[in-house]
Structures are given as C-alpha cells and as structure tokens.
C-alpha cells in the first residue's frame, strides 16, 4: 500500500484472489478496535481496500461511519465516495439492539421500536440513526426518563437532527407518531 494524501490505498493485485498476510493484518486491527471477529475478512473476497471493508462492515454489524472512520483514521467523506452504493444498506436492527444495550432498554420496549422502525419506509434522506434515535426517544421518554439529549449523547448524533425528523413526521401526518 502508499500513502497519498493521508489516505491508506492497498494494491489489490494478488495471486489466487486472496488478500495479502500484511493487508489481513492491517484489516484485523481495525476489526479488533471495532471489537468485530476477523472472520468479515475471510468471508468476503471483495475487500481491496479500507472503504470497502466499512460496506462489508455495515452490513454485518453495528458499526456507525464515525466509529469506523475513528479506527481506521479515513475522512468520512472518502468513505462515502467510495460506499455510494451500499452506505443504505445499514443494518438498523442490530444498531437499535446496540443502542438499546447501552441505553438499558428492556426487550419487550425493544420489540415495539423495532416494530415501528420496520414499518417505517426511510425515503426521508434522514440518517438511520436519527430515526433510531427518534423512535428510542418517542417510546422510552417516560418508562425510562430518558432526555433527548442522553439519547442523542449515547447515539452520537445531534438533538436537533431528532427534531426535524419529529417535526417531518408531524407534517406527513404519519401513523407512527407516539405523541
């Protein structure tokens, strides 16, 4: 690999369609700061390089673009110029399950939110998180006493993010809404 412009590009030039022992290194480090198995690695013969291993990741884990461009040291908008294609096809319900982990929300609470995120067709343009973030908030607001701002701090994303996806929902006048 060279380095150009503090961005990792690895020569995916090798014989038998493998990845090369340094690469497999490289890649398993960054899986263990993201605390994955190294097993997305000898799965998937399409990784040649870093961005490619985050579409491989995001569909097989709950790992946000933040928290891989934080492990591997890449701009975020490198990654999503390299992930057009495949930045939709993040697995929402093992990230509902990692933030429902960190926020303490029982199963039963988890099932009704996974329930209505799937019903929820995303052709908003708004992030997952933010309507993960926003039906986490909506569901759990009293059970829990949970303020938008800790679900915002343990999801990562901005309170206002979560209000403009409330106020999108209360002009669409969509079913969902849990007032």
């Known amino acids: 690999g060279f380095v150009v412009d503090s961005q990792l590009y690895v020569n995916t030039f090798s014989y038998n369609n493998e990845v090369p022992e340094t690469e497999k290194q490289e890649f398993n480090e960054i899986l263990s ?10 799965q998937e013969k399409d990784i040649d390089n870093l961005s490619s291993l985050y579409s491989v990741i995001n569909k097989t884990s709950a790992v946000t673009m933040n928290e891989f461009c934080l492990a591997t040291g890449l701009d975020k908008k490198k990654v999503v110029k390299s992930n057009r ?20 929300i029982c199963f039963k609470d988890y099932t009704v939110i996974k329930e209505k995120i799937s019903s929820f067709s995303n052709k908003t343009g708004h992030s997952p998180l933010t309507i993960i973030g926003y039906y986490i908030y909506v569901c759990c607001k009293k059970k829990y006493k949970l303020s938008i701002q800790k679900v915002c701090n343990v999801i990562g994303i901005s309170p206002i993010s979560i209000q403009r996806f409330k106020k999108y929902e209360f002009s669409c006048g969509s079913s969902l809404s849990t007032r």
């Open 33 to 42: 700061r993201l605390n994955l198995t190294s097993d997305i690695v000898q």
């Open 85 to 104: 294609n495949s930045i939709c096809a993040t697995n929402e319900s093992k990230l509902l399950d990692k933030y429902c982990k960190l926020l303490n």
